[in-house]
């Protein structure tokens, strides 16, 4: 019997966390599913701080200032992220050369523009290369996201022209398409990410453990749901 093909749409930001290890945890389910499950996945925008100013805010104030936490929980709650990354294989700390630079958050928007271009130009295979060429830039080199050129670096690495990367960020129908994803988001009551809509139906929210996205995605199967 051929492997069923299931297609996943994931709501997302570079600057989140959990997606990185949603998304690993999801690769380990379809790692076990080879044979059974056939996934395309395509990565769509969701902003969670589109009013980010160009110069970024310190991650650790961010996290006070936002979840209204003081020094010492913001701390314990990225110890225990880093610990969870770790359970699934990702490692958040720096990973550059010399002293590390000040853990930042940053505006996405024109990361979000590159991710719409990549999928829709290049196809699911180079958008989800790019998607996690930009967290490991952001969570393991501390690059600033929202530079263009340090944008249209990360987009030549995975294989994209970098003349039709800068093009993209200047594109105002992509933005367009930016805005229509958050929309999109919006209909499907999607307040936090990831989340994972399965075959345009299914929707499964937050960061799970593998199991979870193993028996999910066996029940979409089972249930005949089609993309």
Not at 126 to 138: N, P, Y
């Amino acid at each position: 019997m051929s492997a069923a093909p299931v297609t996943i749409d994931i709501w997302s930001d570079v600057m989140c966390p959990w997606c990185v290890i949603g998304s690993r945890q999801l690769d380990t389910a379809l790692a076990r599913l080879d044979g059974e499950i056939a996934a395309t996945i395509r990565w769509h925008p969701f902003e969670l701080n589109p009013d980010m100013p160009p110069e970024g805010e310190e991650q650790t104030g961010h996290i006070m200032r936002k979840y209204g936490r003081n020094t010492e929980q913001a701390l314990a709650g990225r110890a225990q992220l880093h610990a969870v990354g770790a359970k699934a294989g990702y490692a958040f700390a720096y990973s550059g050369e010399g002293d590390p630079p000040s853990a930042m958050m940053w505006n996405t928007r024109l990361a979000h523009k590159l991710l719409v271009m990549a999928l829709r130009d290049h196809g699911p295979g180079v958008q989800g290369r790019l998607k996690h060429a930009l967290f490991d830039a952001h969570f393991q080199a501390r690059r600033n996201v929202s530079d263009p050129a340090v944008l249209i670096e990360i987009a030549a690495s995975v294989g994209i022209d970098r003349a039709q990367a800068a093009a993209a960020l200047d594109d105002d129908e992509l933005d367009a398409i930016v805005t229509a994803g958050e929309n999109q988001a919006r209909d499907w009551n999607i307040t936090g990410v990831p989340a994972m809509i399965v075959n345009g139906e299914y929707m499964i929210p937050g960061a799970q453990d593998p199991d979870v996205y193993v028996d999910a995605l066996r029940r979409v199967v089972a249930r005949g749901i089609t993309a």
